[in-house]
């Protein structure tokens, strides 16, 4: 009698997508063509200078205001989406493509319940992630919890793509930093826009992915308290890029042709090396404790062949009091089965949280 090995057979799932959606000619590599050249050293010396004065950052996110139109009204839910210029400073708005310049997201809300009673959770992408649907489907549920959803569409993503982008894959090295950079300071001022003008009682991040990376970077830098809800999440973009299946994804040959032409000659193994440098600069464990850590709750899988467990673990070692929860399953099948899990996260990170105090 044969014994079927689920955690084998999950593993397999995820290297079998991940063969036919990058390994084969039907959609283009990550980065094909290149670095991003000035760009990139921008952003490096950016996020280089973020890291000493993190932990001691408590600044306000800067204030958006979104412009809203209702895409439906029930007798007990709202649906609207809003529009509002990405707040990023100037240096940052030249580096972004102008279809990226303006941002969207869509808020899905109970109408039973005052905001200071509420608690809402802006939720971030994944690779791939271009429209509000899946996210929304995974808060609406949470709506009867009066827990309402807020979801950001990423620069380079949906409405919001370059038009020479096909899909999700990033033209330049570059993209990655810039998408990441936008998407952190947009949730944060999205948080901020609820807690100080709408007045919502509590606030969460949550992302499956690389929305995941981009939620606990949020969390960790906003000023107040906040959940922090990182789903199948990596520590840092190296571990998809460079260790687990995107690295089949990914234009090496071109990023070397690319230092090539500039008299850096490179073997592919220290072009890794340098893109390994590179995304480094997306370590969360880099970045400071978030304000509350018994309100961080990683959802990992048991058997991820994007996301090795060992990354996971970083990311709870680095953040003390945050808890990581396992659920059996891959990287797709956990996306596609396990909703139930990341919802009870949200709800029990948002438990985490004192209610904010109403003024007089």
């Given at each position: 009698m044969v ?36 760009k990139l ?216 042709e690319e ?102």
């Amino acid at each position: 009698m044969v014994t079927l090995n689920l955690g084998l057979l999950h593993y397999v799932l995820d290297h079998v997508y991940g063969a036919c959606m990058h390994r084969t000619k039907i959609s283009p590599q990550f980065f094909s063509r290149g670095w991003g050249g000035s760009k990139l050293v921008m952003l490096e010396r950016m996020i280089k200078q973020l890291f000493p004065d993190a932990a001691g950052q408590n600044l306000p996110p800067t204030l958006v205001r979104p412009v809203w139109k209702t895409v439906w009204e029930s007798r007990t839910a709202c649906l609207r989406e809003g529009t509002f210029k990405t707040p990023c400073d100037e240096q940052l708005l030249s580096a972004l493509p102008p279809e990226s310049h303006n941002a969207r997201v869509a808020f899905l809300t109970p109408k039973s319940v005052p905001p200071q009673k509420m608690a809402c959770v802006v939720h971030l992408a994944g690779t791939g992630d271009h429209t509000f649907e899946r996210r929304l489907r995974l808060g609406g549920p949470l709506l009867k919890e009066n827990i309402a959803t807020m979801v950001l569409e990423s620069p380079f993503y949906g409405q919001r793509r370059p038009l020479l982008q096909r899909g999700a894959k990033l033209l330049c090295v570059s993209d990655l930093l810039l998408l990441g950079r936008a998407t952190i300071e947009e949730a944060r001022s999205l948080l901020y826009w609820l807690d100080s003008e709408a007045g919502y009682g509590k606030m969460g991040v949550c992302g499956l992915s690389m929305g995941g990376v981009h939620a606990a970077m949020v969390g960790s830098l906003h000023p107040t308290p906040v959940a922090t809800l990182p789903f199948l999440s990596p520590h840092s973009a190296v571990v998809a890029f460079c260790e687990g299946i995107l690295k089949h994804a990914t234009a090496w040959e071109a990023l070397r042709e690319e230092l090539a032409a500039q008299n850096v000659a490179m073997t592919l193994e220290e072009v890794r090396d340098r893109m390994r440098n590179v995304l480094s600069l997306t370590d969360v464990t880099r970045f400071p404790i978030p304000k509350n850590p018994n309100a961080v709750i990683f959802v990992a899988a048991t058997d991820d062949g994007y996301i090795p467990k060992h990354s996971v673990l970083e990311l709870q070692k680095a953040w003390p009091g945050s808890e990581v929860r396992w659920v059996t399953g891959g990287h797709v099948s956990s996306f596609l089965l396990h909703n139930g899990e990341f919802r009870r996260a949200i709800i029990d990170g948002l438990n985490r949280l004192q209610w904010k105090e109403s003024p007089l």
